[in-house]
């Protein structure tokens, strides 16, 4: 009776560990310029391929002077990024990709967006969302 109860608390154990949080993760970071957000969602059964989006708002004080820009996504499982992009009337841009990673990306992740715009250029620390 006691090897039963011993599987059982074993079996418990193995499949509480094998659960993974499915919620999406959301960075987000601010600068005098741009609001960013970027949300990934974690799909673990498909390999090496990551759904994700980020969200640029422009909140700087002429948003007819940005034009073209570009933003390049720096996080510790690869980069994303896209040149000669437009905001628009609203000074947004909002962009999904389901893009190839070395790795799942963590809560401990610490991604960078790099914003030129305008000969202007800004690098942008993301964090977790609810996090000081």
Known sequence: ???MF???FILLLMCGCQ???KEPLVF???SDNWTVEEVVKRVFQEGPNEPKTIKLHYIG???KSVGEFSFKLESPNGQWGISTIELNKEGKFTESTKGI???ET???DKPTI???WNDKKEEIPLKIKNQP
């Open 106 to 108: 963590l809560k401990s």
């Open 28 to 30: 987000l970071g601010k």
């Open 1 to 3: 009776m006691k090897k």
């Open 6 to 8: 011993f599987i059982a």
């Open 114 to 116: 790099i914003l030129e």
């Open 61 to 63: 004080k002429n948003l």
């Open 19 to 21: 659960s993974k949080d």
């Open 101 to 103: 990673v070395s790795r």
